[in-house]
T-cell receptor, first 109, second 115 residues
Framework: QKEVEQDPGPLSVPEGAIVSLNCTYS??????FMWYRQYSRKGPELLMYTYSSGNKEDGRFTAQVDKSSKYISLFIRDSQPSDSATYLC?????????FGTGTRLKVLA | NAGVTQTPKFQVLKTGQSMTLQCAQDMNHEYMSWYRQDPGMGLRLIHYSVGAGITDQGEVPNGYNVSRSTTEDFPLRLLSAAPSQTSVYFCASSYSWGAANTEAFFGQGTRLTVV
């Protein structure tokens, strides 16, 4: 079983839609959860960082962690064409970041 | 600040050749790492370093060597290139692994093709 599982998509939505991106993980000891955004032919950039369970909001983005079900989510409200990218969930393990495979998102104008 | 700088951006190698991918950061980060990114496989850790003089293997270390003689630099050496090493390579650094809110800063990547 992979440590982090993520639906690869691709996901196409119209501009203005609410987008939900999800990952599951296997190790209940994980405490730090991240979402990275990666534009085509670029390196990943940190979008959201969450410690333990709960929600964290930053503008149009909300990160949610449910440790009881080992589920992490990223919600994008009022999605824009500029949000078109690959979104990677990541977990901080022991001396390493463990990444999901990434979900490709395309927001259509 | 330049952040994390990787060179070269693109490289084509013949099978059996060796080369070094360069990574430098100017943020005084203790932790540095190398990942490879392949379609459907995500980012996989090759090697990492928690400080100058200390390196360790990640998930897919075979065929790669690293060293960390300075805080700033963390080169990745391909010993004898194979087509299976065709990938996009990313270097990432973090302030300190022991710090709570520490994020990984990534370079722009090196696209390597082995023919």
């Amino acid at each position: 079983q992979k440590e982090v599982e993520q639906d690869p998509g691709p996901l196409s939505v119209p501009e203005g839609a609410i987008v939900s991106l999800n990952c599951t993980y296997s190790n209940s000891a994980f405490q730090y959860f991240m979402w990275y955004r990666q534009y085509s032919r670029k390196g990943p950039e940190l979008l959201m960082y969450t410690y333990s369970s709960g929600n964290k909001e930053d503008g149009r983005f909300t990160a949610q962690v449910d440790k009881s079900s080992k589920y992490i989510s990223l919600f994008i409200r009022d999605s824009q064409p500029s949000d078109s990218a690959t979104y990677l969930c990541a977990i901080r393990g022991t001396y390493k970041y463990i990444f999901g495979t990434g979900t490709r998102l395309k927001v259509l104008a | 600040n330049a952040g994390v700088t990787q060179t070269p951006k693109f490289q084509v190698l013949k099978t059996g050749q060796s080369m070094t991918l360069q990574c430098a950061q100017d943020m005084n980060h203790e932790y540095m790492s190398w990942y490879r990114q392949d379609p459907g496989m995500g980012l996989r850790l090759i090697h990492y370093s928690v400080g100058a003089g200390i390196t360790d293997q990640g998930e897919v270390p075979n065929g790669y060597n690293v060293s960390r003689s300075t805080t700033e630099d963390f080169p990745l050496r391909l010993l004898s290139a194979a087509p299976s090493q065709t990938s996009v390579y990313f270097c990432a650094s973090s302030y300190s692994w022991g710090a709570a809110n520490t994020e990984a800063f990534f370079g722009q990547g090196t696209r390597l093709t082995v023919v």
